[in-house]
């Protein structure tokens, strides 16, 4: 991961471009896009080397609350920006990113390695169940709207009450992972560091330094995003199911890459489904949240492009995973169904 760290050059370049040199719109869109992977990356790994020094319940809360704190900050100040079909475009491109993009490509090259692939069926299955879960809260609001048309205050609260009972739910799967079943479901981040690399001071200081980071390059990006997309010839619902997602969680994808490459699926499987466990059932509730506080409005009522592609996502990743094996061939399909789902939404 070390040739990441040549990419913090972007940071005074994306912040020169924009704030001083006022470059075009695509530019600056680049270079702070480029500067939040290492950033990102940084942020995460002070996130682990900090719970390295906690208990396993307290280091599993830390990794569950921060693990997507980058895309968290992308999608705040798009929210506050008035961006709000970006902002849901991006949790669309962030499920299906991870459970198509990151975990293909990670079955594709561990699968090249060794013939088979073996992991954790029981943790996959329960982190797939509740993918499932967040299925049902995409299509029930949709639903609502195709059925009864015209009803903006409806749309609202189904939206405010599916994103109460998500953060419940999720808040009971850290109990049952972290506490009542962690035996059955196993931490695999926490278990991967148990021995921390930094201080406690350092891990606090480089977290705090990186989340900065992050918040300063996310508005030089939300900032030039329509610009850029304009001159690009891209459209939000592309930019936001696409782009935005990979921007917030390159790191992360190679890490599960790099996992799988070690014979470590379980922490491959880990990372790609569990973050789209957290971006459905913690980022996507409490995004609807901080748009009452900012006095914006976001809901649930995503579109059927999107609804199909979550579910689709969800189905084939679910075939995939419930036998506890896997191989490159598999890998490839999911690939080959992000593809055809990148295709579908460049055109939409």
């Known amino acids: 991961m070390r040739y990441l760290w040549g990419f913090l050059a972007f940071v005074p370049i994306a912040g020169a471009l924009g704030w001083w040199l006022h470059a075009p719109a695509p530019w600056v869109f680049f270079a702070s896009a480029a500067a939040i992977v290492p950033l990102s990356r940084l942020l995460?790994?002070?996130?682990?080397?900090?719970?390295?020094?906690?208990?396993?319940v307290v280091g599993g809360l830390l990794n569950a609350t921060l693990g997507n704190a980058a895309e968290l900050i992308i999608t705040i100040l798009a929210l506050r920006a008035g961006l709000t079909d970006l902002v849901k475009a991006s949790i669309t491109g962030s499920?299906?990113?991870?459970?198509?993009?990151?975990?293909?490509?990670?079955l594709f090259a561990g699968g090249l390695a060794r013939p088979t692939l073996?992991?954790?069926?029981?943790?996959?299955?329960?982190?797939?169940?509740?993918?499932?879960?967040?299925?049902?809260?995409?299509?029930?609001?949709?639903?609502l709207v195709f059925t009864q048309p015209h009803r903006p205050v409806a749309e609202v609260g189904v939206?405010?009450?599916?994103?109460?009972?998500?953060?419940?739910?999720?808040?009971?799967?850290?109990?049952?992972?972290?506490?009542?079943?962690?035996?059955?479901?196993?931490?695999?981040?926490?278990?991967?560091e148990s021995r921390p690399d930094w201080s406690t001071r350092r891990a606090i200081v480089v977290l705090v330094l990186a989340t900065?980071?992050?918040?300063?390059?996310?508005?030089?990006?939300?900032?030039?995003?329509?610009?850029?997309?304009?001159?690009?010839?891209?459209?939000?619902?592309?930019?936001g199911t696409i782009i935005v997602p990979i921007i917030g969680n390159a790191a992360e994808h190679a890490t599960a890459v790099l996992m799988t490459l070690k014979n470590k699926t379980d922490l491959a499987v880990s990372i790609a489904v569990g973050s789209s466990t957290q971006v459905a059932l913690f980022v996507a509730p409490v995004l609807v949240l901080i748009a009452l506080v900012l006095g914006r409005r976001m809901d649930f009522?995503?579109?059927?492009?999107?609804?199909?592609?979550?579910?689709?996502?969800?189905?084939?990743?679910?075939?995939?995973?419930?036998?506890?094996?896997?191989?490159?061939?598999?890998?490839?399909?999911?690939?080959?169904?992000?593809?055809?789902?990148?295709?579908?939404?460049?055109?939409?």
């Open 44 to 56: 995460g790994k002070a996130t682990e080397e900090l719970a390295a020094h906690t208990s396993h």
């Open 95 to 106: 499920i299906i990113g991870n459970l198509l993009l990151v975990l293909g490509a990670a």
């Open 118 to 143: 073996r992991f954790n069926k029981e943790g996959a299955g329960v982190t797939s169940s509740m993918m499932t879960l967040s299925v049902t809260a995409l299509v029930i609001p949709a639903v």
């Open 159 to 192: 939206s405010l009450a599916v994103a109460l009972v998500l953060i419940g739910c999720y808040g009971l799967s850290l109990v049952f992972m972290l506490g009542t079943h962690a035996g059955l479901v196993g931490n695999s981040r926490v278990e991967s």
């Open 212 to 239: 900065v980071g992050v918040a300063f390059m996310s508005e030089l990006l939300v900032g030039a995003t329509e610009e850029a997309g304009r001159g690009l010839g891209l459209s939000h619902m592309f930019v």
């Open 301 to 348: 009522v995503f579109t059927p492009l999107e609804v199909v592609a979550v579910g689709a996502a969800v189905a084939i990743t679910n075939i995939i995973v419930r036998d506890g094996e896997s191989n490159w061939f598999e890998g490839v399909q999911l690939l080959a169904v992000y593809a055809i789902l990148a295709a579908a939404f460049y055109w939409y």
